[in-house]
């Protein structure tokens, strides 16, 4: 199916860690050139996208259990969730974290994560090969405009 085997790891990963690797292909898609983004802006991102999620799921009613199969998410559980996604998926090879060698503490907002052994197009692909929620489907999509025509539903 796959050559890379960093790309076969991605299709087995949990729908969270997919839709955190979704907010972080979103947040490198959005500006040229970029290698890295802050995790601070990955976290409200993917806030975002599991509140569409949840508001999707019920039509109207937020459901945030029916997001994250945890209960209910705030920014700050958010954060959480994505510094230990960091990790996980940095022992995979999946991402890098970006800081400075002087600083090896940097605060949240100031962290930064690039992708690992894949690139952005390999990992949309990987994404939408496993993903069944049209909502993430539609927010990759849109992160991918050369994988699918714009949609118009607003997600920034």
């Not at 970029?34 to 569409?52: C, D, F, G, W």
């Not at 890098?96 to 390999?122: C, N």
């Amino acid at each position: 199916m796959f050559a890379n085997p960093v790309t076969t790891a991605v299709l087995s990963l949990s729908a969270m860690a997919r839709r955190f690797l979704a907010a972080i292909l979103y947040e490198i898609q959005q500006k040229e050139d970029v290698e890295a983004v802050l995790l601070h802006k990955v976290s409200s991102r993917l806030h975002k996208l599991l509140t569409m999620i949840a508001v999707d799921s019920e039509r109207g009613a937020v459901d945030t259990e029916a997001a994250t199969g945890e209960g209910v998410v705030d920014a700050t559980e958010v954060e959480d969730m994505c510094l230990l996604l960091v990790q996980r998926l940095e022992a995979m090879s999946i991402l890098a974290k970006r800081t400075g060698k002087a600083l090896p503490m940097v605060e949240f907002q100031f962290q930064a994560v690039s992708l690992g052994a894949l690139d952005a197009e390999e990992l949309a692909i990987a994404l939408l090969k496993v993903e069944d929620d049209d909502t993430v489907r539609e927010f990759l999509e849109r992160g991918s405009p050369h994988l699918c025509p714009e949609t118009g539903r607003n997600i920034n």
